[in-house]
């Protein structure tokens, strides 16, 4: 929770024993000092000089305050006269570091989210087109397991695969060698060669449909058992 208290402050400008004005409370001529003052206000965040007068006039003669609801038109007329004469200070904001600190914290998040909702998208709209017009040398990160036998499963971990050839309904593509720590599946950029692992036919229907690689199936019932798409990058 952020407490804000705004304080005030009246910052003398002017103060002038005024001649030939009456003191209404107890008469005396000469004797009325008036003080023009300019409002700060401070929140602790925002420190701000205001355009706003204001003034006091007290009688030094009966020592008493003259307050605005008993001050005369001659006393009211000073009061205008010495606002002109006065020392204004320009209107200002200033903010306090903290603020600021507060503010750039603020963009930078803006910055961040903003970037973050763009690549979203951006991923999002590579992907639909590869899913949709798969293109040789487009670059899937794949997870993959592979049969050997009837017996044996063999995890393969995460790795690139580019599209090498588009033969009908069938998409080749070939597995870099490369593997891809889980890790940094999120941050992994396709290398640029080392496409010459294992290479497999995949099912354009299955791909596109279903965004799943589902290889033909291949004599003994071996090849790709399993394979999950965590990226689409297009080059
Ligand atoms: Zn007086």
Not at 22 to 38: F, G, S, T
Not at 120 to 128: A, D, F, R, T
């Amino acid at each position: 929770m952020i407490i804000i208290n705004v304080k005030t402050i009246f910052e003398p400008l002017h103060k002038t024993i005024v001649k030939d004005i009456k003191c209404p409370n107890c008469q005396a001529k000469d004797h009325v000092e008036i003080v023009v003052y300019q409002k700060h206000t401070d929140t602790g965040w925002i420190y701000k000089v205001t355009k706003i007068l204001t003034g006091t006039a007290y009688c030094l003669n009966c020592n008493t305050d003259i307050p605005n609801v008993k001050w005369t038109p001659e006393i009211e007329s000073a009061f205008e006269k010495l606002k002109t004469e006065s020392p204004v200070q320009k209107s200002y904001i200033k903010l306090s570091f903290l603020f600021k600190l507060l503010l750039c914290f603020l963009a930078i998040m803006a910055v961040v989210i903003a970037y973050f909702i763009y690549s979203l998208s951006n991923e999002g709209k590579i992907k639909q087109k590869i899913l949709q017009t798969p293109t040789v040398n487009n670059k899937l990160l794949i997870s993959h397991a592979v049969r050997e036998d009837y017996t044996k499963t063999n995890d393969l971990g995460n790795s690139w695969a580019v599209i090498k050839k588009i033969d009908g309904d069938t998409i080749i593509i070939q597995f870099s060698t490369q593997k891809v720590p889980l890790e940094q599946l999120n941050d992994s950029e396709p290398p640029k060669t080392s496409y010459d692992g294992k290479i497999y036919k995949i099912k354009k229907e299955a791909f596109q449909n279903e965004e799943k690689i589902t290889e033909y199936h291949q004599e003994k019932g071996m090849g790709l058992n399993y394979a999950y798409i965590w990226k689409y990058k297009e080059e």
